[in-house]
């Protein structure tokens, strides 16, 4: 319980929503991890697959680049999920970036070689 009469404390702690009135904020507020895309770059760096994929879905959209790098990983931690997101990185491969037949055969036999036993 508080020796100080309530009034007394209200004047000496206001609540936040009154600190500050005048003031706005300049800048946004970034986590202590950083933006999204930079979470997602460094965990593919550091080869954690758990923390890949959670900033991965908090992206609009993974480039198509980081995309395949999320692939390799998948086939390093022989993922059972390997097999679907490298079919899935192929499609908008073909999609995306219109390669020539050549192209195409180079990567799925990368990728296939990459399939876990």
């Known amino acids: 319980m508080s020796l100080l009469p309530h009034s007394a404390v209200a004047s000496k702690y206001p609540p936040l929503c009154f ?3 005048n ?3 300049e800048h ?3 986590t202590s991890r950083g933006y999204p895309h930079a979470e997602f770059k460094r965990s593919l760096e550091r080869g954690n697959l758990w ?3 959670a900033a991965a879905r ?8 980081d995309a395949l790098k999320l692939v390799h990983l998948y086939a390093e931690r022989e ?3 390997f097999e679907a997101a490298a079919t899935k990185w192929l499609r ?3 999609n995306e970036s219109s390669p020539e037949l050549s192209d195409v055969a180079k990567v799925v036999a990368s990728l296939s070689e990459r399939v876990p036993q």
């Open 19 to 21: 600190r500050n009135q």
């Open 23 to 25: 003031r706005l904020w």
């Open 28 to 30: 946004t507020f970034v």
């Open 51 to 53: 923390v890949a994929e």
């Open 58 to 65: 908090d992206l609009p959209k993974v480039p198509l680049e």
């Open 79 to 81: 993922s059972p999920k």
């Open 92 to 94: 908008r491969y073909l």
